[in-house]
């Protein structure tokens, strides 16, 4: 029997209990884009702490890169699914205060979120 779409997301989503999306979009132009901010390296940063907490894995955590979610202007950004929550950042502190809270204990942190 075939799903339909929706619902095939929402099975695949379920696979992990936090999905997380990095932009990592450099535009060459010099117009606003998340690599402007070091995207991929707190990409990295966030993908070796989930590993180092034993985040990582099948119903656990998934760091992905993700190409431009067009909000430029506010990043860089990051989005965790399920909930559908959006983040900026600017350094290590502020990827490792999402992955303790956000991740490790389940609250969003505000201070972070964009709407
Ligand atoms: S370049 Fe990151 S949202 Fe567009």
Same mark, same amino acid.
């Given at each position: 029997m075939l799903m339909s779409g929706t619902i095939r997301y929402?099975?695949?989503?379920?696979?992990?209990?936090?999905?997380?999306?990095?932009?990592?979009?450099?535009?060459?132009?010099?117009?606003?884009?998340?690599q402007r901010f070091d995207a991929l390296a707190m990409r990295d940063y966030a993908k070796q702490r989930s590993k +180092?907490?034993? %985040?990582? *894995?099948?119903?656990?955590v998934r760091i992905n890169t993700a190409g431009c979610m067009d909000r430029c202007q506010e990043g860089p950004v990051l989005v965790v699914y399920p909930e559908a929550?959006?983040?900026?950042?600017?350094?290590?502190?502020?990827?490792?205060?999402?992955?303790? +809270?956000?991740? %490790?204990? *389940?609250?969003?942190?505000?201070?972070?979120?964009i709407p």
């Open positions: 929402l099975a695949c989503m379920a696979f992990y209990k936090y999905h997380v999306f990095f932009c990592t979009n450099q535009r060459e132009d010099g117009s606003a884009c998340c +180092e907490l034993g %985040l990582a *894995g099948p119903g656990k929550t959006w983040y900026s950042y600017i350094d290590k502190e502020d990827i490792e205060e999402i992955i303790q +809270e956000h991740l %490790l204990n *389940g609250r969003v942190v505000e201070r972070l979120q």
